[in-house]
């Protein structure tokens, strides 16, 4: 079984630049989720996705952040405009269905603001 | 809200050694407990899991048992390998809160040196 893809692995940007990342869940998960982990720290939930539905993204920066899961598979997350303290590894997760503890974690995307 | 408070690293130990990382959490409702690793260069990976008081999760010679009493789940190894050297994450599930993202202690890192 594939499991969570991420792409692309490493980006460097300057600040005030836009930036996307890419998650495509393991086939047939319908819960997604996208993490946020600072160096040191641990993970931090920006947005879940049940389908293509959002359930949680109260600890998303609305202002700068947005993300989208448009046929329920695959999920996109965008920077605009990004700021120093948005370098982190970016994660992303997807599970059978919301209920269900079990998230599978993709890779990440490390983010380096300059 | 839910927290989780975990040791923190760097654990260095010989191999053959006994592990244990200590993990306390605070919920409002009846949460699940995991315990994620790390490996270098690779995403997380589910270690072991709990999802109710006295459980016992059990993963690769980890154990970690559901501690109500004491809002604990404490991750141990009877003898550590190389192998084993990670980064170690406590993290939680309550089924109570709108979504079911995880929310992850700070990590601790174990080096184990032959």
């Known amino acids: 079984e594939a499991g969570v893809a991420q792409s692309p692995r490493y980006k460097i940007i300057e600040k005030r630049q836009s930036v996307a990342f890419w998650c495509n869940p393991i086939?047939?998960?319908?819960?997604l989720y996208w993490y946020q982990q600072i160096l040191g720290q641990g993970p931090k939930l920006l947005i879940q996705?049940?389908?293509?539905?959002?359930?949680?993204d109260s600890q998303l920066p609305k202002d700068r952040f947005s993300a989208e899961r448009l046929k329920g598979v695959d999920s996109t997350l965008k920077i605009q405009p990004a700021k120093l303290e948005d370098s982190a590894v970016y994660l992303c997760?997807?599970?059978?269905?919301?209920?269900?503890?079990?998230?599978?974690f993709g890779p990440g995307t490390r983010l380096t603001v300059l | 809200g839910d927290s989780v408070t975990q040791m923190e690293g760097p654990v260095t130990l010989s191999e053959e050694a006994f592990l244990t990382i200590n993990c306390t959490y605070t919920?409002?409702?009846?949460?699940?407990l995991f315990w994620y690793v790390q490996y270098p260069g690779e995403g997380l990976q589910l270690l072991l899991k709990?999802?109710?008081?006295?459980d016992k999760g059990s993963n690769k010679g980890f154990e970690a048992t559901y501690r109500k009493e004491t809002t604990s789940f404490h991750l141990e190894k009877g003898s550590v390998q190389v192998s084993d050297s990670a980064v170690y994450f406590c993290?939680?599930?309550?089924?109570?809160?709108?979504?079911?993202?995880?929310?992850f202690g700070k990590g601790t890192t174990l080096s184990v040196s032959s």
């Open positions: 997760a997807s599970s059978l269905e919301q209920l269900t503890d079990t998230q599978y």
């Open positions: 086939s047939g998960h319908a819960t």
């Open positions: 993290a939680l599930s309550d089924s109570n809160q709108a979504g079911t993202a995880l929310i």
């Open positions: 919920a409002t409702g009846y949460p699940s």
């Open positions: 709990a999802t109710k008081a006295d």
């Open positions: 996705f049940q389908n293509n539905g959002v359930v949680d």
